[in-house]
């Protein structure tokens, strides 16, 4: 069955993506971006570090411009597209907010494709784990401010990590709620590593953003 991949370059999405590889066709990443084209509308990470990565994995990227008022109709539109190319069915990285689920199978459900959630229900403990033992490697590029600080940027998803976050009041373990984003720069569905060498902190509205400037792909 062939599948796109609901990608936003962060832990959960790239995990999904992995646990279906061996039962899916994965044809393409479906990432929508903002209406400039400068950054995806999940994490906002700036959407040619995304084609960087996607070129890392090998796995062709679909970037689609939209603005949060026509999200949905802009979304519909790219499936439509895939759907004659023969895809079959979407992955989704979400775990347990049921908005998210109700909006990803009705929308799915519309367009007559399968909506496969591969880590729906699963704890919190273990999706992050599987992560991390898999041998992904990923970065917080953004946070929410008044739940984590600056100092969080740039931090690796390890064990470390999860020790120190687990504890804090209000925070998801997994950021779902949006606490805080990841990219993934490394792992075993990627034929090239992304090496980060230079990147700054920036603070808009509500949140902070570690922008990635320079980077290597080895």
Same mark, same amino acid.
């Given at each position: @069955?062939?599948?796109?991949i +609901?990608?936003?370059?962060?832990?959960?999405?790239?995990?999904?993506?992995?646990?279906? %590889?061996?039962?899916?066709?994965?044809t393409?990443?479906?990432? @929508?971006? +903002?209406?400039?084209?400068?950054?995806?509308? +999940?994490?906002g990470?700036?959407? %040619?570090?995304?084609?960087?990565?996607?070129?890392?994995?090998?796995?062709?990227? #679909?970037?689609?411009?939209?603005?949060?008022?026509?999200?949905?109709?802009?979304?519909?539109?790219?499936?439509?597209?895939?759907?004659?190319?023969?895809?079959?069915?979407?992955?989704? /990285?979400? #775990?347990? =907010?049921e908005?998210?689920?109700?909006? *990803?199978?009705?929308?799915?459900?519309?367009?007559?494709?399968?909506?496969?959630?591969? =880590?729906?229900?699963?704890?919190?403990?273990?999706?992050?784990?599987e992560?991390?033992? +898999?041998?992904?490697?990923?970065?917080? *590029?953004?946070?929410?401010?008044?739940?984590? /600080?600056?100092?969080?940027? /740039?931090?690796? #998803?390890?064990?470390?990590? *999860?020790?120190?976050?687990?504890?804090?009041?209000?925070?998801?373990?997994?950021?779902?709620?949006?606490?805080?984003?990841?990219?993934?720069?490394?792992g075993?569905?990627?034929?090239?590593?992304?090496?980060?060498?230079?990147?700054?902190?920036?603070?808009?509205?509500?949140?902070?953003?570690?922008?990635?400037?320079?980077?290597?792909?080895?």
């Amino acid at each position: @069955m062939k599948a796109f991949i +609901s990608w936003s370059g962060g832990k959960e999405s790239t995990l999904s993506c992995y646990k279906t %590889m061996d039962k899916l066709e994965v044809t393409c990443l479906l990432n @929508m971006i +903002s209406e400039d084209g400068k950054r995806s509308r +999940s994490h906002g990470l700036d959407s %040619m570090l995304l084609k960087t990565q996607a070129k890392a994995i090998e796995i062709p990227i #679909i970037q689609r411009k939209t603005t949060w008022q026509n999200y949905e109709q802009e979304f519909k539109k790219a499936v439509s597209e895939l759907k004659k190319q023969g895809v079959e069915a979407g992955v989704f /990285g979400d #775990i347990d =907010l049921e908005e998210h689920r109700e909006w *990803v199978e009705r929308v799915c459900r519309e367009l007559g494709i399968k909506a496969i959630l591969p =880590l729906w229900g699963k704890p919190r403990t273990e999706v992050v784990s599987e992560f991390i033992d +898999s041998g992904f490697e990923a970065v917080v *590029v953004a946070t929410k401010a008044e739940l984590l /600080g600056a100092e969080w940027l /740039g931090r690796r #998803i390890d064990q470390r990590f *999860v020790s120190d976050i687990r504890h804090l009041a209000g925070v998801d373990l997994c950021g779902e709620s949006g606490e805080y984003h990841t990219f993934v720069t490394d792992g075993p569905i990627f034929k090239r590593k992304i090496k980060i060498t230079a990147a700054e902190k920036e603070k808009i509205d509500e949140h902070w953003f570690w922008n990635i400037l320079k980077f290597i792909v080895e």
